[in-house]
């Protein structure tokens, strides 16, 4: 079955470094999505992305976060400036064509310590 | 705007025993409903969905969900708990039902232990 992978599986980085965060979506995917998970905390969307162009964004993702679609396979999510609070786990997720018929797949997750 | 209430952050059961893990939701709008599973060091998998037409739903593993509108509850089951169905589970609504970027509302998730 088709899987969303993400890399790294876990980055470690200073204070105020940039990181980019990696994901190969399922290849007929045509949504994109970032979410992360604070230790013990819930699930949260950062952003959805659809013909090479941001669709939504939430409030946590701020002038500090980017998304890009570099290729035709590579999604990534960029932190230009991280800050100890951005410590989390980070999943990418794809869905096919419009409609809630088509759930969202998720990637294992990329879990960013931010020292 | 949507939300996602869990009852319970942890759940134990025997194993062999009924699991029962509660949902409710909040939305304006039909709501379209998601179950995904968390296992350790793992990522979300879907367990099922609920989108429109029969309001009892199969998933994967042994799982279902009913979705009730008149209590706004969409309560996840297993007739018989098995070791491997320990995991973090979360319930999930999409916010813009029809629409075509579906951002997913989550709960706060319930772990389930599952002991002999």
């Known amino acids: 079955e088709p899987e969303v992978t993400q890399t790294p599986s876990h980055q470690v980085t200073q204070m105020g470094q940039e990181v980019i965060l990696r994901c190969v979506p399922i290849s007929n995917h045509l949504y994109f999505y970032w979410y992360r998970q604070i230790l013990g905390q819930k699930v949260e969307f950062l952003v959805s992305?659809?013909?090479?162009?941001?669709?939504?964004k939430s409030e946590i993702f701020d002038d500090q976060f980017s998304v890009e679609r570099p290729d035709g396979s590579n999604f990534t999510l960029k932190i230009r400036s991280t800050k100890l609070e951005d410590s989390a786990m980070y999943f990418c997720?794809?869905?096919?064509?419009?409609?809630?018929?088509?759930?969202?797949?998720f990637g294992d997750g990329t879990r960013l310590s931010i020292l | 705007a949507q939300s996602v209430t869990q009852l319970g952050s942890h759940v134990s059961v025997s194993e062999g025993a009924l699991v029962l893990l509660r949902c409710n939701y909040s939305s304006s709008v039909p709501p379209y409903l998601f179950w995904y599973v968390q296992y350790p060091n793992q990522g979300l998998q879907l367990l099922l969905k609920?989108?429109?037409?029969?309001?009892l739903v199969k998933g994967i593993n042994g799982f279902e969900a009913e979705f009730k509108k008149s209590e706004t509850s969409f309560h996840l089951t297993k007739p018989s708990a098995h070791m491997s169905d320990a995991a973090e589970y979360f319930c999930a609504v999409s916010d813009t039902p029809g629409g075509g970027y579906n951002k997913l509302i989550f709960g706060a998730g319930t772990r389930l232990a599952v002991h002999p």
């Open positions: 997720a794809s869905s096919d064509i419009i409609g809630p018929n088509q759930p969202q797949h």
């Open positions: 992305f659809y013909n090479n162009e941001i669709s939504e």
């Open positions: 609920y989108t429109t037409g029969a309001t």
